[in-house]
């Protein structure tokens, strides 16, 4: 079928102040100059040594990746840029006091893994036996144990606790990060206490956040010390896995969220997917979900109800953030959640307020405000009553914003796979009858439920919508928004097929029977009311993330929003496809001109908007272009999106490579 596709290469437009220590005073925080003198003083690094390294690529990470030797595995060698420093050397003297750069230092450690390496990418009929006996004593001189502390020495070195610029950036963390993640306790926390893979995971993200470059050089040390803690032994040891400390896995889940964060860098996206599966894996295998932990940490608290209850409930917020982490991670790649509901077996976090205890006496004080029975509801029960049709109009029970958060994040699982069955083109094959309708209505209860316990309990759209909000979980309100209606577009829009992609071996692009079956099935989703819903959806979440491109105050809590961008990026993808296939303003049919609905003001229970899901009668507008979604102004919607995901370059080339698809399914 010929049409006018739109021409995205024609059609776009052109368009210090120091802070205190204490970390409890937030409102101290400034931006770190980028010139500042003292901000390179946190992070020990070798003057040339950019001219080894390679991001996030160093010896002991490719290793979990299973990746070959290359120039990169010299990141981690000492670079000497003096000779006083460098000692005798025999290459020294080959060097000119004026060459561009001096030839590392190597010790015999590093000789024997340099050997190891390479005899191990060696075939075996090409290793000669005096070369195979070397590389098995070299092997062998060298420990796991040995392996693990030389990550964790490395990254020790590269950190100065005592430096200012140091507690800066732990300021940054704990008031700009900690409110998004809030895994740690920020009134005990010290940094002369600290663990070297926490403390330097949470200054790689804070100096991300900041925008300085020290984040580049510091992460894959980070990496390297946390994964060589959290894989153990080798298998072949006789070595017994050991649990993870808890530092550890708290500093591998920040890892896992600033490379969410990192996400438009070159495999990026695919380590954080990784990553999270060995940080599921810990916590499932050490009782974190069920409540059952007794690792490094706890035997220390057992002397102090205080310090005991502090443990408990780190490792009861690590268990609800590995299950937020996880949701957001299967939204970003579009594979089903890891983590289910039924697992976290434990009761939900502590309020915020509680949080900030600094003492047993003001813990003692701030208990009283808590729910009743938030100590003893476990989560798994609460979301499986909330998704119980027999008992989810009869729920008692007061959630903050946070809470709902995280049930919306324990949806994501039963959403994801009514989604595949619903928009799969196998889904009439099955044997037994199948009416994947009636699954996308169940769960769209659910959602409508969920969203309707949520206004009443926290008004979160009403106070996001009609005035700044200052509770202490406001940080999640446009995220929980986002997510709301992200989820409800996954459930009604076949994204897949909207882009182009089969969704199965039997519908594979480049095939005429696929291309007559997909396009029987885009038509049949263009008219039916998902299709009108999702476009709803859609506008909802563009709603959200212009209001906060706009807002001046949230920089940080954009970019700290990996659903942001993304859902910008479906919402054009879903709005442009129905746009393209309708005909439906005065213009394009003729007709008398009929009252249209306005996507972005119109709540979902405004009548008009109830009647045009419905039937589908007269347009539907598009507010800030003050135009209807309809094929004549496809060229200015599209326009619209491109300038709104400039923002994020892969999110744009996304965008654009489905416009030059659109109308050729």
């Not at 049409?3 to 290469?9: A, I």
């Not at 906060?548 to 879903?574: C, D, H, M, W, Y």
């Amino acid at each position: 079928m010929e049409t006018d596709s739109v021409n995205d290469d024609s059609t776009l437009d052109a368009q210090g102040q120091m802070v205190t220590t204490d970390i409890r005073n937030t409102n101290e925080i400034t931006n770190i100059p980028p010139n500042n003198d003292d901000q390179q003083t946190w992070f020990s690094s070798a003057q040339d040594s950019s001219s080894w390294a390679v991001p996030f690529s160093t010896p002991g990470f490719d290793a979990t990746f299973s990746s070959v030797l290359s120039g990169n595995d010299l990141e981690q060698w000492p670079v000497y840029t003096n000779a006083s420093a460098q000692g005798p050397d025999a290459f020294a003297a080959l060097t000119p006091p004026d060459a561009a750069f001096v030839l590392p230092t190597i010790t015999v450690p590093q000789v024997e893994r340099l050997e190891s390496t390479v005899w191990a990418h060696v075939e075996p009929h090409y290793r000669t036996e005096s070369s195979t006996a070397a590389q098995s004593s070299a092997s062998s001189s060298r420990s796991t144990k040995s392996s693990t502390a030389d990550h964790i020495a490395d990254l020790q070195n590269g950190l100065t606790r005592d430096s200012q610029a140091t507690k800066q950036l732990v300021q940054v963390f704990f008031s700009a990060i900690h409110p998004h993640w809030p895994i740690l306790h920020a009134p005990t926390f010290k940094i002369e206490d600290a663990s070297n893979d926490l403390l330097g995971s949470m200054l790689m993200l804070a100096s991300w956040l900041q925008g300085l470059s020290d984040h580049v050089e510091l992460a894959p040390l980070v990496f390297d010390a946390v994964t060589a803690t959290l894989l153990g032994p080798s298998p072949f040891s006789g070595s017994n896995i050991q649990p993870a400390p808890l530092h550890t896995l708290q500093a591998l889940l920040l890892c896992i969220v600033y490379m969410t964060g990192c996400r438009t860098t070159d495999g990026m996206l695919a380590r954080a997917v990784h990553l999270n599966g060995i940080l599921i894996s810990h916590c499932r295998h050490q009782g974190i979900f069920s409540g059952q932990y007794t690792g490094h940490g706890t035997e220390d608290a057992e002397d102090s109800p205080f310090a005991s209850w502090l443990v408990q409930e780190q490792l009861h917020r690590l268990a609800f953030f590995v299950l937020r982490i996880d949701a957001f991670l299967s939204l970003l790649v579009d594979l089903p959640p890891s983590v289910r509901y039924q697992e976290i077996s434990i009761p939900l976090p502590k309020s915020a307020h509680l949080w900030t205890a600094a003492s047993k006496d003001e813990r003692r004080k701030l208990q009283w405000n808590e729910p009743a029975g938030r100590e003893k509801a476990r989560f798994c029960f609460l979301v499986r009553d909330a998704l119980d049709h027999e008992y989810h109009h009869q729920l008692h029970y007061h959630l903050t914003e946070i809470d709902y958060h995280l049930g919306l994040c324990s949806f994501q699982a039963g959403i994801w796979e009514t989604a595949q069955e619903a928009h799969s083109c196998d889904s009439d094959e099955l044997v037994t009858s199948s009416r994947p309708r009636d699954y996308v209505e169940k769960w769209r209860s659910h959602l409508d439920l969920w969203r309707a316990n949520m206004e009443n309990d926290c008004q979160l759209w009403q106070n996001y919508f009609s005035a700044p909000t200052r509770s202490a979980d406001d940080n999640c309100a446009p995220l929980s928004i986002i997510l709301w209606h992200y989820s409800a577009l996954i459930l009604h829009a076949p994204l897949k097929l909207l882009q182009g992609q089969g969704c199965c071996f039997k519908c594979r692009s480049g095939t005429s029977g696929a291309r007559r079956k997909n396009k029987v099935r885009y038509r049949g989703w263009i008219k039916s009311s998902c299709a009108r819903i999702a476009v709803w959806n859609a506008a909802q979440i563009v709603k959200v993330v212009t209001l906060e491109f706009a807002n001046e105050t949230s920089p940080t809590r954009l970019r700290l929003n990996p659903l942001a961008i993304v859902g910008l990026l479906k919402s054009a993808i879903v709005v442009c496809s129905f746009a393209f296939y309708t005909r439906a303003c005065a213009v394009c049919t003729g007709g008398p001109p009929i009252d249209q609905v306005y996507l972005f003001d119109a709540a979902d229970d405004n009548p008009r908007l109830v009647k045009w899901i419905e039937h589908g009668d007269g347009p539907a507008e598009w507010e800030p272009l003050s135009a209807p979604v309809c094929r004549c102004k496809v060229f200015h919607l599209a326009n619209w999106f491109l300038r709104a995901l400039a923002r994020e370059k892969t999110a744009e080339t996304e965008f654009k490579a489905f416009l030059d698809g659109l109308g050729k399914i």
